[in-house]
């Protein structure tokens, strides 16, 4: 699309990427190279906390402060902000991204009013996820050592205006009186007593539109939100790793077994029936009432897995290779099957 855009513009499309990355001190690769700002949440059970999140955050900081690669000139910083400096004329990327952009926000918008039994909402649900990732490759590709239009300082101009406009809303949030529980790359999680319904939250988003300049959204209102801490030491909070309940009654969750690829189902299974029985709840205070009914759901799939009630299938642990097979130094379970596979005349490479 970025070579379609480049010839439309009547602009030479390179055969092989030239550009190196510019001559930086130690002190300019640290500063510059800092990726997406994330903040340690609030461990703990949290009540009525609404989840804004940037719609599309790094493709719209790219059409927004126009950032291509022959828009930076490294080095060169906004005296005002210590911002990367950009020329004001769109360019290349921001030029290609334009529709993509539109169309993104066009059908957040609509999801954001329909119902889930609506027959359109998994057709819009479908094209929203497409849209996401194409524009979350496009930020990627940015910084591809081979990639035509491609310029490292362009992509770590994106995260730093990324960080900078998280800081804002963060500020705007507080400036209004609500209390930020988490920051995470291109959302914030905040709470204000009294505040519990949508429209609650419009001024506030308003505020960081206007300070920011990039599209924002609520994500949803939570009954309850749980933000998980470390397995290792239950003072160390997690940063992507929590569950909650929407005021409509979804679930969302991250960083824990149900999200995992190698999870078995059986454990999977559990924790979602978990979840659902937690889910059940209408508010924080009352989800103690629910944990008799999680620990009789426990005793029953402990009954079955002593008893052997529970399909093979469901036991299995899938992983996959990274590497070949001798490149591994420790024989964990993942690379004793696999040896094991290979003695059975299946061999496997990296990425099965």
């Given amino acids: 699309m970025q070579i ?55 493709p719209s900081i790219m059409k927004h402060f126009n950032i291509s690669p022959e828009t930076i000139q490294p080095g060169i910083r906004d005296p005002d902000s210590g911002l990367p400096s950009t020329s004001t004329e769109q360019d290349l990327i921001p030029k290609t991204l334009e529709p993509l952009l539109k169309k993104r926000i066009a059908i957040k918008m609509k999801l954001l009013t329909m119902y889930k039994w609506d027959m359109r909402y998994k057709v819009y649900k479908a094209q929203s996820a497409a849209h996401k990732w194409l524009l979350v490759t496009c930020f990627g590709y940015l910084g591809y050592k081979n990639a035509r239009f491609g310029k490292i300082e362009a992509h770590e101009a994106v995260t730093a205006y990324g960080r900078e406009s998280l800081l804002r809303a963060k500020e705007a949030a507080e400036d209004m009186g609500f209390t930020v529980l988490h920051l995470y790359v291109d959302g914030l999680w905040v709470q204000k007593q009294g505040s519990n319904k949508v429209r609650d939250y419009q001024p506030l988003l308003d505020e960081i539109l206007n300070r920011t300049g990039l599209p924002i959204a609520l994500d949803g209102v939570y009954r309850w939100i749980s933000f998980l801490p470390s397995r290792l030491n239950k003072h160390v909070p997690v940063a992507n790793r929590y569950f909650g309940v929407f005021q409509s009654g979804e679930i ?45 759901l426990m005793d029953r799939k402990l009954h079955d897995l002593r008893h052997q009630r529970i399909p093979l299938e469901k036991m299995i642990v899938r992983q996959t290779l990274s590497r070949p097979v001798n490149e591994y130094r420790v024989s964990s379970p993942a690379v004793i099957a696999v040896r094991q596979l290979e003695g059975a005349g299946k061999f496997l490479r990296p990425g099965q």
């Fill in 4 to 58: 379609v855009t480049a010839l439309k513009e009547g602009v030479l499309v390179p055969w092989h990427k030239q550009q190196a990355e510019h001559t930086k001190s130690i002190m300019d690769l640290i500063r510059s190279d800092m990726g997406g700002l994330i903040f340690q949440p609030a461990i703990g059970l949290h009540k009525n906390v609404a989840e804004i999140d940037f719609i599309s955050m790094y």
């Fill in 252 to 296: 969302k969750c991250r960083g824990i077994e149900l999200r995992r690829h190698d999870t078995p189902k059986f454990i999977s299974e559990i924790q979602g029936e978990v979840l659902e029985i937690l889910a059940r709840s209408p508010d924080a205070d009352h989800i103690s009432e629910y944990l008799t009914k999680i620990q009789s």
